[in-house]
Every structure is written in structure tokens, then in C-alpha cells.
């Protein structure tokens, strides 16, 4: 299909060909310098709206013959609204760079800013959008921009929401940040003045079905019930299941319960059934409790969790508990989790909430924000709210990728991080076909068990 006429009369530089590359983005019209080989020519701009934007120019460093393609690839492929959301509330370029610091950090979560454009020119993101500036000063710039632009984050996390659907649950639930957690999936590390003695709590809003984010917001210190209702009331989040310390009475409530809290006592032996629609073996339990008016505890015991629990707690009895009546007590809850709530609620959906949870606290913490609370001259930094948006990309397209590696049964055999380190050391060379193919003749050093990793997440023919 020729490019549209419309879009040839676009007024752009001489000496330049418009490519149609058939994806339904907004970065669909690329335009290349024209040589004879129109596919390889270098990339100026795009034309978007009717408008020709051009890329900024990059360093004049010569690209690497060969890049960096695994992760890339996969993130990319998973990519295509994000940009398209990005695109409708920022200039091209920095929409650009948001997503190519999001898919760099989830490479390299230490990156520092200083390291940004080097791990660019690096990765196939060079290939995917080039010529982007990513000096320490340019992106130091950049999180300004986006922290000071409230507007524009509220912007594009109401296109997010307007993703969902129908009949799909809201969850808004809180992680709090600070430099003493770590995750399974990174080390964070929020570098905050010691004097200060503050943590950042993120509280965000997810789709339960997807366990995809759709909208956050960065506090100083805990979240107050009043801050929560503020939340809830910007995004329009209405019907939602809050997950809080207590019940809400005007809001649907979910209160997670510790393993000895009076309440799960009546849930721990006389189980209702398993929860069919998942793959784990999982056991539930829900009860109706009146004492304070109209409540739901549910209990869930997972078997597998339990297996995992029993060696650590068989060898703490062996250093010298022998009161039998209190080994029982903790026997039965080893794997256990119970909720509270003020809701009549399919038991899956409040499972999938735990784990979702589970998920969500590894993610949110998994990438850092080196952003101090204030500058040099005291006053708020606003680039801390710029970079908690990127890191909030990475965690929705990590939330994509490891769905994706499930999907694939990929994580049946190896970690996530295990899985990341060999689609990192997939490289494919610089000057490569757009759309990869197995035996192009463009890999570097990649073997049999690369290519059967690269079909399975769909990333090659």
C-alpha cells in the first residue's frame, strides 16, 4: 500500500523519502534521508499529524555495528500505546526519551543519569528512535519538565484509565519507597538527606485483571485517608477496591489481616474449596462476620508457599521450642494470607489482589530515583516527581514483559532476572531489516537457544 497522498505533501527537508511502516502508531511515517537503499537510510523525523517533526541531531559518535536486541525487542513490541499516550501530552522528543529512559532502566535499574546516552547508543533503542539527546544535562532537564507538568501526567494517566475495561476491577492500593527496601527484581536506592529522616509513598491505582498500573502519585510520609479520597476523586476511580489499613465505610475496602489477628482464627481449618481458575494450588476460605456490622475475612492458603515455609520453620523448632500446643498455631497458618473487607467478593478476585500486591511492591521499588526531595537552594525538586513518572513506565512495561514470559511459560524454568540477562546478550547488528528474521544473516553471536527464547515471545519469524 503506497504512502497516502496526504502525507507526501507534507512540506519536509529536500532530498528525503517518506517510509510507511504499516504500524498503527503515530510514529507509523518515518522520514528517511534518501539513498539507494531507502529501508537502511538514516532516520531525520516523522511525520505526525500533518506535521513533519525532526529528530534532534545525535552526537557525532558512530553508531556500534552491533547492539543490544533481547530486551529491547520485548519492550518495544509491548510499547505501542505507550507511545501513542505519551505522544498526545508531550513534544515528540520528549515523549522519545521518556520511553527510551523507561526500557534503559529496566535493563540497567542503577543507571545514573550520567550513563543514560552511552546505554542509548548501546541498545537496538538507538536503531528504534535515533538521534535522541540524552546528555546528563538534557535528561536532568527532562525530569524537570515532566515533575513541573502535573497537568500533563494527570493527561496521560487519564488515557491510561480510558484503556480499561468495562468490566474490569480498579485496585488503589500504596507502596512506600525508601532506601532500606530492596527487591527481588533490583536494589532501589532513593537517595534522600539523612536529616530529613522521609520516605516516599506511591500511591497508585491498577487494573486487577491486566496487573497493569494506570495512575500514581508520589507523597512525602504516609498517605492520610484525605489524600486517599483526593486520589480517588482526580481519577475519577469510582467503584474502586481500596486496600488500607482500615475499613472505609463510603469506600469499597480491602484490609489486609496479619496470620494471628483474631479474625482469620475461624478460617484456618475448615476450607471451602480451591480456586480452580489458577495455576497455583491454593486453598480459600470466606466467612461472614457481623460483631462489627457487615464484614468478609477471606483466607487463602497457598501450598506451594507453605512447602517453602516449612524447612525455615521445622530448623527455628530445632534451636528449642517444645511447647506443642503453640507449634500447632503456627503450623496452620504457614502459608497462609487473610483479607478483610466491607465487600461480598468473588474470592479470586481478592487472591489475585495478593498476588498482584506481591508483584507491585518488587516493581515500584525495583527502579531508583536519585532525585534528592530538594535542591541546592532548599526548595522542592520537582525533577523527583519527573523521574517517579518514568519509573512508572518501566514498572507498566515490566508488568508486560513478565505477563508476556508467563504466558510464553518461560518463567516455568528460570527467573525473571535469569531471563533478562539472556535477552540482553541477544545482539542483532546496527544496519539489520526492521522486522528480524531467524536466518537473516544480522545476529551476533546468538545460538539455537537465543532463537527459540526470540520465537516464543514472537520476536522473530
Known amino acids: 500500500?503506497?504512502?497516502?497522498?496526504?502525507?507526501?505533501?507534507?512540506?519536509?527537508?529536500?532530498?528525503?523519502?517518506?517510509?510507511?511502516?504499516?504500524?498503527?502508531?503515530?510514529?507509523?511515517?518515518?522520514?528517511?534521508?534518501?539513498?539507494?537503499?531507502?529501508?537502511?537510510?538514516?532516520?531525520?523525523?516523522?511525520?505526525?499529524?500533518?506535521?513533519?517533526?525532526?529528530?534532534?541531531?545525535?552526537?557525532?559518535?558512530?553508531?556500534?555495528?552491533?547492539?543490544?536486541?533481547?530486551?529491547?525487542?520485548?519492550?518495544?513490541?509491548?510499547?505501542?500505546?505507550?507511545?501513542?499516550?505519551?505522544?498526545?501530552?508531550?513534544?515528540?522528543?520528549?515523549?522519545?526519551?521518556?520511553?527510551?529512559?523507561?526500557?534503559?532502566?529496566?535493563?540497567?535499574?542503577?543507571?545514573?543519569?550520567?550513563?543514560?546516552?552511552?546505554?542509548?547508543?548501546?541498545?537496538?533503542?538507538?536503531?528504534?528512535?535515533?538521534?535522541?539527546?540524552?546528555?546528563?544535562?538534557?535528561?536532568?532537564?527532562?525530569?524537570?519538565?515532566?515533575?513541573?507538568?502535573?497537568?500533563?501526567?494527570?493527561?496521560?494517566?487519564?488515557?491510561?484509565?480510558?484503556?480499561?475495561?468495562?468490566?474490569?476491577?480498579?485496585?488503589?492500593?500504596?507502596?512506600?519507597?525508601?532506601?532500606?527496601?530492596?527487591?527481588?527484581?533490583?536494589?532501589?536506592?532513593?537517595?534522600?538527606?539523612?536529616?530529613?529522616?522521609?520516605?516516599?509513598?506511591?500511591?497508585?491505582?491498577?487494573?486487577?485483571?491486566?496487573?497493569?498500573?494506570?495512575?500514581?502519585?508520589?507523597?512525602?510520609?504516609?498517605?492520610?485517608?484525605?489524600?486517599?479520597?483526593?486520589?480517588?476523586?482526580?481519577?475519577?476511580?469510582?467503584?474502586?477496591?481500596?486496600?488500607?489499613?482500615?475499613?472505609?465505610?463510603?469506600?469499597?475496602?480491602?484490609?489486609?489481616?496479619?496470620?494471628?489477628?483474631?479474625?482469620?482464627?475461624?478460617?484456618?481449618?475448615?476450607?471451602?474449596g480451591v480456586l480452580k481458575q489458577i495455576k497455583e494450588n491454593v486453598l480459600y476460605k470466606k466467612i461472614k462476620n457481623t460483631r462489627k456490622g457487615i464484614e468478609y475475612v477471606y483466607t487463602f492458603k497457598d501450598l506451594e508457599k507453605e512447602n517453602a515455609e516449612t524447612p525455615e520453620f521445622i530448623a527455628g523448632l530445632k534451636k528449642g521450642e517444645n511447647d506443642i500446643d503453640k507449634i500447632n498455631t503456627q503450623m496452620i497458618r504457614l502459608g497462609t494470607s487473610s483479607f478483610l473487607s466491607n465487600e461480598d467478593l468473588d474470592p479470586l478476585i481478592v487472591y489475585r489482589l495478593s498476588k498482584n500486591r506481591d508483584l507491585y511492591k518488587m516493581t515500584f521499588q525495583a527502579y531508583k530515583n536519585e532525585m534528592k526531595l530538594k535542591d541546592r537552594d532548599g526548595l522542592w525538586n520537582f525533577s523527583l516527581y519527573g523521574k517517579e513518572f518514568i519509573n512508572f513506565i518501566s514498572t507498566l512495561i515490566t508488568v508486560r514483559m513478565i505477563k508476556k514470559e508467563r504466558e510464553a511459560g518461560l518463567l516455568d524454568h528460570m527467573t525473571y532476572g535469569d531471563l533478562l540477562d539472556m535477552l540482553n546478550n541477544i545482539w542483532r547488528m546496527s544496519d539489520a531489516p526492521r522486522q528480524a528474521a531467524r536466518n537473516d544473516g544480522y545476529w551476533q553471536n546468538v545460538f539455537k537457544d537465543d532463537f527459540k527464547l526470540l520465537e516464543k515471545l514472537g520476536l522473530i519469524k
Open 1 to 272: 500500500m503506497a504512502v497516502p497522498e496526504h502525507i507526501l505533501k507534507v512540506a519536509r527537508p529536500a532530498q528525503t523519502v517518506v517510509i510507511d511502516t504499516k504500524k498503527d502508531t503515530p510514529l507509523r511515517y518515518v522520514v528517511k534521508k534518501d539513498n539507494a537503499d531507502r529501508k537502511r537510510g538514516r532516520v531525520i523525523g516523522y511525520i505526525i499529524e500533518d506535521s513533519f517533526v525532526p529528530i534532534e541531531p545525535n552526537s557525532e559518535e558512530d553508531q556500534p555495528f552491533a547492539l543490544s536486541y533481547g530486551v529491547v525487542a520485548l519492550a518495544y513490541s509491548l510499547s505501542e500505546d505507550i507511545i501513542e499516550d505519551l505522544l498526545r501530552v508531550h513534544a515528540p522528543n520528549d515523549a522519545l526519551r521518556v520511553l527510551t529512559i523507561a526500557i534503559l532502566q529496566i535493563i540497567h535499574p542503577t543507571m545514573s543519569i550520567d550513563q543514560v546516552a552511552s546505554m542509548y547508543r548501546k541498545s537496538y533503542l538507538s536503531v528504534y528512535f535515533p538521534g535522541l539527546a540524552l546528555s546528563s544535562s538534557t535528561v536532568k532537564k527532562l525530569y524537570k519538565r515532566l515533575g513541573e507538568d502535573l497537568n500533563a501526567r494527570n493527561q496521560f494517566f487519564a488515557l491510561r484509565k480510558m484503556r480499561i475495561k468495562d468490566d474490569h476491577h480498579i485496585v488503589v492500593d500504596q507502596v512506600i519507597k525508601n532506601d532500606q527496601n530492596v527487591s527481588d527484581l533490583n536494589h532501589f536506592t532513593l537517595r534522600i538527606d539523612k536529616s530529613e529522616n522521609k520516605s516516599l509513598s506511591i500511591l497508585y491505582a491498577s487494573d486487577l485483571e491486566t496487573m497493569e498500573p494506570i495512575c500514581d502519585r508520589i507523597v512525602l510520609g504516609p498517605i492520610s485517608s484525605s489524600l486517599l479520597k483526593d486520589f480517588i476523586k482526580t481519577h475519577g476511580i469510582n467503584n474502586g477496591l481500596i486496600v488500607d489499613e482500615q475499613i472505609h465505610d463510603d469506600l469499597h475496602t480491602i484490609v489486609p489481616l496479619g496470620r494471628y489477628n483474631p479474625r482469620v482464627e475461624d478460617t484456618l481449618l475448615d476450607y471451602d
